[in-house]
């Protein structure tokens, strides 16, 4: 039972590229969600998404682009990286209006 | 806006110690409160969810409460042992409309438990 993978795990990059982390979930939840982790920060919600073809933006969702089109699949692409991009970032999932959240493994992104 | 924090920052105990984290939320509109261990350079586990109509759940050592009225969680963690050693987060989930009534997260609580 794979759960959440994304993917790469680890990736550099230089400033002004584009680059798509992916999410990926096995169970089928409806809701997925982006987070970003940077130390003084915490957890912050970057973008959300409760169905297919449904997204809407959270907390920190400048220079970030998401889609969904199918239930199993979130990608986040920086559409021009900057260093204030490096960071750790979460897919996780939910099942419902009242739901728990199960986290992916995390990517770590450092913009050079 | 929701504002969640966390008390200590880090903390230290010997095994064996019973020991109690807890988190503050400044907006007691809440849907349920739940509770992550992160290991360095994991991801987040799922602990315990607690719904606002709830007091408390329980999982093996694990007990978190909830008192909406005064706007706290903690997490009471029995029998401590090295292998609980993680940072401890806690995320409500505002009912009001903030950002679609998703998890506000806590700085979390940093736990060393020596043998």
């Known amino acids: 039972d794979a759960g959440i993978t994304q993917s790469p795990r680890y990736k550099i990059t230089e400033t002004g590229r584009q680059v798509t982390l992916m999410c990926h979930q096995t169970?089928?939840?409806?809701?997925m969600f982006w987070y970003r982790q940077d130390l003084g920060h915490g957890l912050r919600l970057i973008y959300y998404?409760?169905?297919?073809?449904?997204?809407d933006k959270g907390e920190v969702p400048d220079g970030y682009v998401v889609s969904r089109s199918k239930t199993e699949n979130f990608p986040l692409t920086l559409e021009s990286a900057t260093r204030s991009q490096t960071s750790v970032y979460f897919c996780?999932?939910?099942?419902?209006?009242?739901?728990?959240?199960?986290f992916g493994p995390g990517t770590r992104l450092t913009v050079t | 806006k929701q504002e969640v924090t966390q008390i200590p920052a880090a903390l230290s105990v010997p095994e064996g110690e019973n020991l109690v984290l807890n988190c503050s939320f400044t907006?007691?509109?809440?849907?349920?409160l739940q509770w992550f261990r992160q290991d360095p350079g994991k991801g987040l586990t799922s602990l315990l969810l607690?719904?606002?109509?709830?007091r408390e759940q329980t999982s093996g050592r694990l007990n978190a409460s909830l008192d909406k009225s005064s706007g706290r969680s903690t997490l009471y963690i029995a029998a401590s042992q090295p292998g609980d050693s993680a940072t401890y987060l806690c995320a409500a989930r505002g009912a009001r409309d903030n950002y679609g009534q998703n998890f506000v997260f806590g700085p979390g609580t940093r736990l060393s438990v020596l043998p």
């Open positions: 607690i719904q606002s109509s709830q």
């Open positions: 907006d007691s509109a809440i849907y349920n």
């Open positions: 169970w089928s939840h409806s809701y």
């Open positions: 998404s409760a169905a297919a073809d449904i997204t």
């Open positions: 996780a999932t939910g099942t419902g209006p009242v739901y728990e959240q199960y």
